[in-house]
């Protein structure tokens, strides 16, 4: 019997967690379950391309990284998955006409080559965060938001949320997310304020920042707040300890079925955090769901067979989150995909209600 067809896809890696061993190892496990469904006949080979893109590297050596995967004989790609780079990658996907799907929080990476995978959510965790607030009786809030795309964004959406629901912001500070901040004389004015609770929008340095001056103050208000920036205690235990007694928003629950049957069979290695397992399962589940609905196995037939995936169970989010594309949907998770937790002991807890 002759070996099957092979087609390639492609991994962007401008994140260290994106283009692991472990994270490969995932996405084959995705590959692998749909080929045995039957609905999948082709071999789907795994490449990888890293940048050391934004916000710590550059622009360039992402469009360097996509230019070389253009002349590979990729016909779809995964990631990026910093949000600064996907807007990047965006603009360059729709002219070389290859399908990618990345996997960050901003929708404004969204284009007709360009699907997104919402690993958080720029425009609905701040809305999200303002429904808590409101649930636990909170009405008075101090705003602290760094200078990054990310975090401008999500201010944008917090001010909004905020008046939406009736939620005073008594003080708003600004920090730089490309050098430390002297947060002792801002805290100072923070508790003057005396509000209920501080929310933080940004990006993970800041939040670190933030953390460690509250550590070192003598007062604390009686609600953390922080949006998914605080997901990379996953990659830093020593992080996730200055993150003690923060609620944030993650991605992923104790309670999804999916999440916990691939673990459970061993295709996701519990060294990986949890959260990454479940979006290297969902993404590489969606690739391969695409390419098998494509009427061709091209660049442009994969682009349609995404927009014909539907109603796909996610090992992301709360159990019953689902995801699927179509014509001018390029957001992939529909329900209850963003999770509130809180770091306690170096571990993630997920927040009931």
Sequence with gaps: MSAPEARTVAILADHPAAGSASFVDVVRVAFADVRASGRLGLELRLIEEHADGLPTGSAAAVESAFARLCDSDAIAVIGPAISDNALIVRDLADAAGLPCINWTGG???????????????????????????????????????????????????????????????????????????????????????????IVYLGLWSCAHQLARALSDAAWRPRLLLANSALMYGHASRDWSLAWEGWRYVDAYSDGNTVLREIRQRGGAPTAVAAVTAAAAYDMGRLVAEGIASAAEPTRAGVKLGLERVKLIPAALGADGTTMGFGVWERAALKGRYLVLREWRGGASIEVAG
């Design 107 to 197: 929708e404004l990476t969204r284009s007709a080559w360009m699907f997104h995978y919402q690993v958080g959510s720029l425009e609905e965790e701040p809305g999200f965060l303002a429904l808590h607030l409101v649930a636990q009786g909170v009405r008075r809030i101090a705003l602290v938001s760094d200078d990054s795309i990310v975090g401008l964004r999500y201010r944008e959406f917090f001010l909004m949320a905020a008046q939406r629901f009736g939620i005073a912001i008594v003080d708003q500070t600004g920090l730089s997310h490309r050098s430390d901040n002297d947060l002792a004389n801002a805290l100072d004015r923070l508790r003057a304020h005396e509000p209920a609770a």
